[in-house]
């Protein structure tokens, strides 16, 4: 239990759905991110979040939307995505951004994405 | 440019002792992390080093030379469930601070 909680854990969905990833954590950190995992590559920081506010984004496809409605919840929507978008996601917490002072990432279990 | 290397994957023995190596090229440099993945699991923060030295906690140890741009994480008394992937991350500093991953190294630590 590392107090980041993301759901679902797996999820299967078609190219034209429309699903969101969930994440929440019991931290009381400023900072939450979303990250992607897929093999053969190192980890991918999409979003980065602090105090609810956007500070980053990495280039990522306008499929992916993230959403943060206060500090403590995080949300990815995910729509028309493509297969090679098949991978872990990892939501992840610190008590400030990690480039400013070192913080501590404490990961979600991940929410494992297969888009057929 | 911006670099992390570390072996894919190690094999050791139950009981024995094992480092893991990780190499990393930043513009500038504001400390490195392990992380432990286990298969399925959410990675899990092992260590931070930013001076240069040797970090103890229990069974675990973390190595950082700055002027090497080299660290290690050293694992004594092997047990099976230290099986899992180990995730080297840098902080870069300057303009473009953010983390740097590597691969990770699968450990298979075998009876």
């Known amino acids: 239990e590392t107090g980041v909680t993301q759901t679902p854990r797996h999820l299967v969905m078609g190219m034209t759905n429309k699903k969101s990833l969930k994440c929440e954590q019991h931290?009381?950190?400023?900072?939450m991110y979303w990250y992607k995992q897929s093999a053969k590559k190192p980890l991918e920081l999409m979003f980065v979040?602090?105090?609810?506010?956007?500070?980053e984004n990495n280039s990522v496809p306008s499929r992916f939307s993230p959403e943060c409605p206060n500090s403590s919840h995080l949300f990815l929507h995910l729509h028309t995505l493509q297969p090679e978008d098949s991978a872990l996601y990892l939501c992840a917490s610190s008590q400030d951004l990690v480039d400013l002072s070192g913080n501590t990432i404490y990961f979600g279990e991940g929410s494992w994405l297969t888009v057929v | 440019g911006q670099n992390i290397d570390q072996p894919t994957e190690m094999t050791a023995t139950e009981g024995a002792i094992v480092q893991i190596n990780c190499t990393y090229q930043t513009s500038g440099f504001n400390g490195l992390f392990w992380y432990q993945q286990h298969a399925g699991e959410a990675p899990t923060f092992l260590s931070y080093?930013?001076l240069d030295g040797l970090e103890e906690k229990g069974r675990f140890s973390s190595f950082l030379s700055r002027s090497k741009g080299y660290s290690y994480l050293l694992l004594k008394e092997l047990q099976m469930k230290d099986s899992a992937s180990y995730l080297c991350?840098?902080?870069?500093?300057?303009?473009?601070?953010?983390?740097?991953w590597g691969l990770g190294t699968s450990l298979a630590v075998n009876p």
């Open positions: 991350a840098a902080l870069n500093a300057g303009n473009n601070r953010k983390l740097i």
């Open positions: 080093n930013v």
């Open positions: 931290l009381g950190h400023n900072a």
């Open positions: 979040y602090s105090l609810e506010e956007r500070v």
